[in-house]
């Protein structure tokens, strides 16, 4: 796993001290401490660094700290949105000083995950469309696949189940890296169930679930939780599947994470919703 092999070694980044490099290594740690859930370990991270970029005043270390920043902010510590606004513009100028292609992409997708976050649909639609095109100027095929699994979420939570499908089926067909084309597969069963077709999509996130679990990556139960809740609702076990959706609200409640709340709450639960609409003796009443 990337943060056993980084904590083997982190003391020796550590005497690194105001290096360029801690920054870069450093900013792949925190996304392995986010994926894996250690939110209070990745605030903490994220701060250390952002105060070496700052003392470093180098413009590529500057824009590894600002993509950061964001994520983590997103994730673990919501920024009032003025203060976002602000942030996107420092990190896009500092990612476009620099000829790094991964951080100009990379910053251009923690920012549209962030608009998609925030309800700002047509402002995530418009960071995804810009990171696609930057990518393509840059030719790096990256950009492609993550712009289009933006654009599958957004579609997602926008009820636009085909559409999530088709634009997942893409990212998955051009994803250049097993993380990327995971979170496309995971879009991709979502939609399928929320489209009743329950039987392929919950094969499908059971076995992303099961990878998730091998690999680490606890952050995305948050997603596939949810999803075989609905799934089970659909299937007509609405008790079993209220209680696996009570259980991951419980447990992401458990690890502190609003924003995860928030999406299983108001929108996965929504899709139950809909799907209960009519049916009585329903005790469940989204939080």
């Known amino acids: 796993m990337t943060i056993d092999v980084l904590q083997r070694f982190l003391p020796r980044i550590d005497r690194l001290k105001d290096d360029p490099r801690a920054v870069i290594i450093r900013h792949h740690y925190i996304f392995g401490l986010l994926w894996n859930t250690r939110y209070g370990q990745a605030l903490v991270t994220q701060r250390e660094t ?10 590529r270390s500057r824009a590894y700290a600002l993509a950061g920043e964001i994520l983590v902010s997103t994730i673990v510590a919501p920024k009032p949105l003025q203060e976002f606004e602000k942030l996107k513009i420092e990190a896009v100028k500092a990612a476009s000083d620099t000829s790094d ?16 976050h925030l309800g700002r649909m047509l402002n995530a639609r418009d960071s995804g469309r810009e990171l696609m095109q930057i990518g393509r100027m840059l030719n790096d095929p990256r950009a492609t696949g993550l712009g289009l699994s933006v654009l599958a979420l957004i579609a997602l939570l926008s009820d636009a189940y085909d559409e999530a499908l088709e634009y997942s089926e893409q990212s998955i067909a051009v994803a250049v890296t097993r993380q990327d084309r995971e979170t496309a597969v995971n879009i991709k069963g979502c939609a399928l169930v929320l489209l009743r077709r ?20 606890l952050y995305s139960l ?8 609905v799934s089970q609702v659909l299937q007509g076990n609405i008790s079993k599947g209220i209680y696996w959706l009570e259980d991951a609200i419980l447990r992401r409640d458990a690890e502190v994470i609003g924003v995860v709340r928030i999406g299983i709450a ?11 609409a ?8 989204p939080c």
């Open 50 to 59: 952002s105060r070496i970029a700052d003392r470093i005043r180098d413009t």
């Open 101 to 116: 292609a991964y951080i100009q992409n990379w910053t251009r997708f923690v920012i549209a995950w962030e608009e998609f």
């Open 198 to 217: 329950t039987k392929e999509g919950s094969e499908l996130l059971e076995k992303f679930r099961d990878r998730c679990f091998a690999d680490g990556d």
């Open 222 to 229: 948050s997603t596939v939780d949810g999803i075989i809740g």
């Open 266 to 276: 108001s929108s996965f639960v929504r899709s139950i919703c809909k799907s209960l």
């Open 278 to 285: 009519g049916k009585k003796n329903c005790r469940f009443r």
